[in-house]
């Protein structure tokens, strides 16, 4: 069998479980969301020296706002903080972030350091850090499909694939979720048609570099096919490519 040859270039993570991360330990949930962050500082260093071109993941879903409102509020405030606070590193190690979701129905404060991250930032390449934040997948083939009528464009998957939120990266190759759970949650619907699916029972603030190269040996180990199959791969020369590649 033929294996993935190079790391992934695109990593898509859903960080769950800072919940019961916190209630082992007797914490309010925030506390967990707060070890969360710790966590995702660490990734990101971690995917920087290993690489990876693209680390997009999962802050708030569309779906979040259903949670009690101290905790919304709470993962408002951790974002906003976050922003403050995290862009002057992030700047320094390279990092390009974007916001990925609904803006509206964002507090003004967060709305500007949203655009502020994103605008400091946006000269920077060595790592592509999609946030993604009061974003759920359905909201983003809905507003996709929306600016594709409103150009009165056809219908074609290239036109909508064009116009969705993470339009400027490749889909990614390997899309993970901690916390033990197995589904997608509304998360890349359209992106995740051909990335390599792990699911690891670590909650997100325990996910470590470890656990993150367990999930890349995963990755490695896996045969993309992209439709096609075995033995039509062993005999292409070139490796099949993304159906997006960028
Ligand atoms: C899911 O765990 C996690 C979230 C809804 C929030 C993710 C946020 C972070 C990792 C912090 C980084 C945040 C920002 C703002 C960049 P859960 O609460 O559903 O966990 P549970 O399933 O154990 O309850």
């Not at 993941?57 to 259903?66: I, L, Y």
């Not at 404060?109 to 999609?130: C, F, I, P, W, Y």
């Not at 499909?145 to 998957?157: D, Q, S, Y």
């Not at 993309?224 to 292409?236: D, I």
Request: aromatic letters at 8%; one cysteine or more.
């Amino acid at each position: 069998m033929s294996v993935s040859q190079e790391g992934p270039n695109h990593i898509a993570i859903v960080m769950d479980g800072n919940g019961r991360w916190a209630s082992k330990r007797l914490l309010p949930r925030l506390a967990g969301h707060r070890q969360g962050l710790e966590s995702l500082r660490r990734c990101i260093a971690a995917c920087i020296e290993r690489q990876v071109k693209v680390l997009t993941v999962f802050a708030f879903s569309s779906e979040n706002w259903k949670r009690p409102a101290d905790e919304v509020l709470g993962l408002m405030d951790l974002l906003a903080n976050a922003l403050a606070k995290e862009v002057p590193q992030l700047l320094k190690d390279g990092v390009r972030l974007y916001f990925v979701g609904d803006r509206q129905g964002l507090s003004k404060k967060v709305s500007d350091g949203l655009a502020q991250g994103e605008a400091a930032t946006a000269h920077n390449s060595r790592l592509v850090l999609n946030v993604c934040f009061n974003y759920g997948g359905r909201w983003d083939m809905v507003q996709a499909a929306g600016k594709v009528a409103a150009f009165g464009k056809p219908i074609t998957e290239q036109a909508i694939t064009d116009a969705l939120a993470l339009a400027h990266v490749s889909d990614p190759d390997l899309f993970i979720r901690t916390g033990g759970e197995m589904r997608l949650s509304n998360f890349l619907l359209w992106q995740a048609a051909y990335s390599e699916l792990y699911f690891s029972k670590k909650l997100w603030p325990d996910f470590d570099e470890s656990a993150l190269d367990q999930a890349i040996a995963a990755f490695l180990s896996r045969e993309r096919r992209f439709g096609m199959t075995s033995a039509q791969l062993s005999e292409s020369e070139d490796r099949p490519k993304l159906p997006r590649p960028k």
